[in-house]
């Protein structure tokens, strides 16, 4: 392309700095919390491991348990990126391939994964991360013309399915050694889509 007689090369577009912050930080944070408790982490801790400086830490969250919250967010958001695509299921938003993305993420960050589910000085950030398991799940039942309302509403299933996969995944955590990742998506899928008992 020119302009005026002088060639215009185009560059792909590029995140600019203040784009890639949070997610600098975010993974400062997590990388932290696999070293030590995150109890011992401090917010300098985390600017310091991102090379970013503290005032621009609070330009982007109010305190480390809303910084920890995005960063689970996020990681189901980058796992779930492709589920609408992918689904096999249309009652199940999720396929063997996303939850073991997923679940390898969490094996990866066990240690803080642990602390968030398994402690009670974690609950609001528990909290947020079932509600956006809960969210995506609701999104693809959305998309879902299987799904019978007078039979069960959506919002009840999601809420179910979101617990059922918040409790597996606190289960597997439990266990020493953990288990492979895709052992646990085995789990995790095999509890999804099996069939409701029979009424008698």
């Known amino acids: 392309m020119r302009v005026h007689g002088v060639p215009i090369h185009?560059?792909?577009a590029?995140?600019?700095p203040t784009q890639r912050r949070p997610a600098s930080l975010q993974e400062a944070l997590l990388a932290l919390a696999r070293e030590r408790p995150l109890d011992e982490i401090a917010v300098g801790d985390i600017t310091g491991r991102a090379g970013i400086n503290r005032s621009t830490f609070?330009?982007?969250y109010d305190d480390k348990e809303q910084l920890l919250t995005a960063a689970l967010k996020s990681a189901v958001d980058r796992a779930s990126a492709g589920i609408h695509t992918t689904r096999?299921?249309?009652l199940v938003p999720g396929t063997a391939p996303e939850m073991r993305l997923y679940l390898e993420h969490i094996a990866a960050n066990a240690t803080v994964y642990r602390q968030v589910l398994q402690s009670n000085r974690s609950s609001i950030v528990a909290a947020a991360l079932r509600e956006r398991i809960e969210e995506l799940i609701t999104s693809g039942l959305d998309a879902s013309t299987a799904l019978d309302e007078d039979d069960l509403p959506r919002d009840v299933l999601a809420a179910a399915l979101s617990g059922m996969t918040i409790g597996i995944i606190t289960a597997w955590l439990r266990?020493?050694?953990l288990p492979d990742a895709a052992v646990a998506?085995?789990?995790l899928w095999r509890s999804l889509t099996r069939p409701a008992a029979p009424q008698t």
């Open 88 to 90: 096999r299921d249309p």
């Open 185 to 187: 998506a085995r789990w």
């Open 58 to 60: 609070y330009q982007h």
């Open 14 to 16: 590029r995140r600019r």
């Open 175 to 177: 266990r020493d050694p």
């Open 10 to 12: 185009r560059h792909p």
